[in-house]
């Protein structure tokens, strides 16, 4: 499974060749669609239409994850007590991409701190 945070979303969201081959790899590597968690919209998005459009066109291609569980947000804050560093967002990025899952984002160092606390989480920047 591949997870994205806010940093994902913008990058992915951008209309270039190179995200165009970057989601192509992904593609071909079966990590597609993404999920992107609804609390990482919140990060990613603006509140206007105009500025949002590419961001809006991107999401429609991932799996918008809308529900974060009791248990999700257990495990998040238990990931950020260990790391001692990260988001509450990141933390529910992480959590979610328990087992072997793997996360893009803009945000290495606090998202790869919640991840040495995981079961196989792995980080991959963008």
Same mark, same amino acid.
């Given at each position: 499974?591949?997870?994205?945070?806010?940093?994902?979303?913008?990058?992915?969201?951008?209309?270039?060749?190179?995200?165009?081959?970057?989601?192509?790899?992904?593609?071909?590597?079966?990590?597609?669609? @993404?999920?992107? @968690?609804?609390?990482?919209?919140?990060? #990613?998005?603006?509140?206007?239409?105009?500025?949002?459009?590419?961001?809006?066109?991107?999401?429609?291609?991932?799996?918008? +994850?809308?529900?974060? #569980? +009791?248990?999700? !947000?257990?495990?998040?804050? +238990?990931?950020?007590?260990?790391?001692?560093?990260?988001?509450?967002?990141?933390?529910?990025?992480? !959590?979610?991409?328990? @087992?072997?899952?793997?996360?893009?984002?803009?945000?290495?160092?606090?998202?790869?701190?919640?991840?040495?606390?995981?079961?196989?989480?792995?980080? +991959?920047?963008?």
């Amino acid at each position: 499974m591949l997870i994205i945070d806010s940093g994902g979303v913008s990058r992915l969201a951008e209309r270039s060749t190179r995200t165009l081959a970057l989601i192509r790899a992904l593609r071909a590597a079966e990590l597609w669609p @993404p999920v992107a @968690p609804t609390v990482v919209l919140v990060e #990613s998005l603006q509140g206007h239409s105009g500025r949002d459009a590419n961001t809006n066109r991107f999401l429609k291609t991932c799996l918008v +994850e809308d529900i974060v #569980s +009791e248990r999700i !947000a257990r495990r998040a804050a +238990e990931l950020r007590r260990r790391a001692r560093r990260g988001s509450a967002v990141d933390a529910i990025v992480v !959590a979610l991409a328990e @087992p072997g899952g793997v996360i893009l984002t803009g945000d290495q160092a606090d998202i790869g701190a919640l991840a040495a606390h995981t079961d196989e989480v792995s980080v +991959e920047a963008i």
